[in-house]
């Protein structure tokens, strides 16, 4: 990881000073990951393309504006964070986002069961819940770049998270453990 990160600010140098091959590497690279969260929080398909498309242009746009090259993840997950959030506010001005879609989840992980027993407790925690597990267990970022994302205190992230992880543990655990027969 830590190559990836000097190839990764390499390029972001390069990108700077107009290499455009330079910067379609780093589409190249992150796309997936973006793709896959955005997609977890928005729900559909071609909006998730759309919105990663979006993305990467704005980065693209306001990359001279990035401080320090080695935070370009969070930076660019933040990005991705307010472009799916304006999606999201856009297409349902009247409601709010604490029932977002349920997240998507590649049936080829796991078997289909257990594929749609995870995306059903998923769908049962709160936008900031979901998002917190996305960006950690998904993603793998540290709690101080989820801070960076969510734009918010550690001490909350860590809340969601834990919170998070406490309510899939008992959706989660089969259902004679539940005391239930």
């Not at 929080?41 to 759309?50: A, F, K, S, T």
């Not at 980065?59 to 991705?80: C, M």
């Not at 977002?100 to 925690?125: C, D, F, K, Q």
């Amino acid at each position: 990881m830590i190559f990836r990160e000097v190839e990764d600010r390499d390029l972001i140098h390069k990108a700077r000073k107009g290499n455009v091959d330079a910067y379609n590497v780093l589409v190249s690279r992150w796309e997936k990951r973006v793709f896959n969260y955005i997609y977890r929080l928005v729900g559909h398909r071609e909006d998730g393309l759309d919105v990663t498309q979006d993305v990467f242009l704005k980065a693209y746009q306001n990359l001279g504006k990035l401080e320090d090259p080695a935070r370009f993840g969070p930076w660019l997950f933040r990005i991705a964070h307010n472009e799916s959030y304006s999606l999201l506010r856009k297409n349902r001005p009247e409601t709010e986002l604490t029932e977002p879609p349920a997240p998507a989840h590649n049936p080829r992980m796991l078997p289909i069961e257990v594929s749609i027993t995870i995306e059903r407790a998923m769908a049962r925690l709160s936008a900031d819940q979901r998002e917190a597990v996305v960006l950690k267990i998904y993603q793998g970022f540290k709690f101080e770049e989820m801070s960076e994302i969510l734009s918010c205190p550690v001490s909350t992230v860590k809340s969601r998270l834990y919170t998070a992880l406490d309510l899939l543990k008992d959706a989660l655990a089969p259902v004679k453990a539940r005391g239930v027969e």
